[in-house]
């Protein structure tokens, strides 16, 4: 399997990581997607060791390399247009998170999959899924471990740091709740099984430390299709002396249960009693992705997983805008984000 | 100081716990406020060795026993008349919160105090405000250890067992969201210093193992007047293997660090790394509320954040019932919820 890889602005670590215990893949080609190509091309190498060709523009390395999957990790604002130009040429995806800034731009890459060959595969890199204590609790709640699900709640916390200047403007960045919030409504739409009926959200940009539009502070509210509720608070207020970059957690509680991860542990307490639950073996999402193409399985994320992801997280982050008016009247929960 | 009791239906314990401490107060009379006075006279003498006067009539009462201060913890759907008759007469009033189950109600107890001679007083049980970690959190809030506050995550998680019957009718229980999330609502109030300016909520009533109305899930998020966000998660899906009956639980993230209280503990993160703070000592909410009136002092809790409280409980609680009606065209979250 051929793979071309286009931008390297947010997680395609992924791909690097799981290079190695991938023999089957072979990357054909680089495309700095608008960014330089040449430190891509210097980072790749410390992972892979073979020849790959370099382009800057990444229309002409799709038209020119051999390639079965692309990784797209350009411009967040051009991950819709790149996942549209991939899918164009039926080309599988394994995009960055969100796949799309705007609710228009997401139809887009729709319809491009509509179209596609049928097999085309595109989903982002909702990467958590694959992270041991988040899979274990995955595979405990579909075993029943907590019943039939009711409630879940979502934590993510990061340090903010000093971001680069894109995550400043709205227009390349896109918001918190879509970057950083994706996670947490990502494990509600998991842990749920079940669409999204309704968001609510409110996100904040105060004292943000000179970084523009961007939101420090956000919390998303929801009501699944199957009738779970969700909660998801997203901030980047986690201090720089905390142990760890994020602070992840989720709550998952059921009519027969209640499981909970933090710190990387998993914690279940149902009639059994309390007690840690044994982590998963660390899949890694993009070896995950590979496999399931290479093995025709579903693998553990799939591309409406993805649209209805992505459509939840913009219509949060415009419900949010909506509510944070201030001259205004009467402000609406999102309905239907779900298209039905 | 005399004082008068109506009720036992709730946490009338509060009073009981603290009379040993509080030799200055004396129990005049007791009615059971539509519910039976002899049981309550049996486990009031556990507590209490001296002489007091039973009455079936709580208004009765309230025009024939000497008295200053008067618990209400009657029928829930009277707490507001009673508060009102207490108010009328310009008694001190403890009442068990919500102080009302309408906000036409609230109203009526809001114009009582209004009328009632100065320096009455009016408050409801918000117990955990004196519980040992969540006020070792809030000291540490208020002398600065999060710097300015951006967020606040409430839970407040309890085993359901088997209720009695007046938790199963929205006309005699009020709803969830005002009962147990009464406390998660109270801490956003109390730790973002600031009136509560949007809310928002989810509720549902499914799995609720034969009791009626009683909703088992319930989500609120809200915007505050000075701009903190909130997200509060209730729920009744504690198992009943869980080591202690409430999963309570309070996260405060500002600019300079975040404390969480969990597990009875509370931890800090900020500049001087990550620690846990020394408990404050229980001071108990009605010896707290006692000791104000005797030595003139403000109290942990006031009538306007009783007041403010309930208004946001229960336009929580009337949000969530409109989110929830399925033939919804738009949800609309509840605009100023407080009085301007």
């Given amino acids: 399997m051929k ?29 700095g997607g608008g960014d330089a190509v040449e430190p891509m091309a210097e980072t790749l190498k410390k992972y892979y060791d073979k020849e790959f060709a370099l382009y800057d523009d990444y229309r002409k390395m799709l038209d020119e390399a051999e390639c079965d999957l692309v990784m797209v990790d350009g411009p967040f604002e051009l991950h819709a247009e790149m996942c549209v130009e991939c899918l164009k040429r039926s080309k599988h995806v394994f995009c960055e998170k969100p796949v799309a800034l705007t609710l228009e731009d997401l139809e887009k ?22 992270e041991p204590a988040f899979h274990a609790a995955w595979r405990a709640v579909d075993s029943g471990a907590v019943g039939k699900v009711q409630m879940i709640n979502a934590r993510k916390s990061y340090k903010l740091g000093q971001r680069r200047d894109f995550y400043k403007k709205r227009s390349s960045y896109g918001g918190t709740i879509p970057w950083v919030g994706s996670h947490a409504l990502d494990w509600i739409l998991w842990f749920s099984g079940s669409r999204f009926k309704t968001v609510g959200a409110f996100h904040s940009s105060a004292e943000n430390r000179d970084h523009g539009d961007l939101e420090m502070t956000a919390a998303v509210m929801c009501q699944m299709e199957n009738g779970v509720i969700g909660t998801a ?18 709550r998952v509680a059921g009519t027969d249960g ?35 193409i ?33 001259d205004l009247e009467e402000c609406c929960i999102q309905q239907n984000c779900s298209q039905k």
């Fill in 3 to 31: 793979i071309a890889l286009i931008g390297h602005r947010g997680h395609w670590g992924y791909v690097l990581r799981d290079l190695a215990r991938l023999p089957e893949v072979e990357v054909s080609a680089i495309s």
């Fill in 109 to 130: 890459i729709e319809d491009a999959y509509r179209q596609a060959a049928p097999g085309t595969r595109v989903v982002s890199m909702v990467g958590l899924r694959t």
């Fill in 233 to 250: 608070s997203i901030d980047y207020w986690r201090p720089l002396t905390a142990p760890t970059h994020g602070d992840d957690q989720v």
């Fill in 258 to 292: 209640v499981i909970e991860v933090a710190h990387g542990e998993c914690t279940l307490i149902n009639q059994g009693g309390v007690r840690k639950i044994a982590l998963s073996e660390d899949r890694g999402i993009f070896y995950d992705f590979v496999r399931a």
């Fill in 294 to 326: 290479l093995d025709g399985t579903p693998g553990i994320v799939s591309a409406e997983d993805t649209f209805e992801l992505t459509r939840a997280c913009l219509a949060a982050r415009d419900d949010a805008d909506m509510n944070m008016e201030d």
